[in-house]
């Protein structure tokens, strides 16, 4: 199913999907890929959309993203342990275009770098 979604093998190896098994991995580039088609499917994948927090308003992203451009939107997933931080999902962009996005930080200085999560779901928003 991931290769008919274009997801390459060996891009996303899942073990338990909890996304804590030390032998999942996963490249952003296959999140990108998947959260893509899913958007493509229209209203079917309203339902997951919809599970996703929106910047600036719920969830784990109450706080984060308050200064998105007017019209623009962020549909997105965050993700935090000690040494990681990422986002993935849906940023509409002032302009009305859609993008799927995945970035994921993977260093013992991880918690440092959502500033630079946070910067470029503000520039996809602001110039997308």
């Known amino acids: 199913w991931l290769l008919s979604q274009g997801v390459a093998a060996g891009d996303l190896d899942i073990d338990n999907g909890s996304g804590l098994a030390i032998t999942e991995r996963g490249k952003p580039q296959a999140f990108t890929r998947l959260l893509a088609a899913t958007w493509q499917r229209g209203a079917s ?24 451009p007017a019209g623009s939107r962020a549909w997105l997933k965050t993700g935090s342990l000690s040494q990681a931080r990422g986002l993935a999902g849906y940023v509409q962009a002032k302009s009305g275009r859609v993008y799927a996005v995945a970035a994921l ?7 440092r770098g959502e500033f630079a999560l946070d910067t470029l779901i503000r520039y996809l928003a602001q110039h997308g």
């Open 45 to 68: 994948a309203k339902p997951f959309i919809d599970s996703l927090p929106l910047a600036g308003i719920d969830g784990t992203l109450s706080h984060r993203l308050h200064d998105l």
């Open 105 to 111: 930080l993977n260093h013992p200085n991880a918690p």
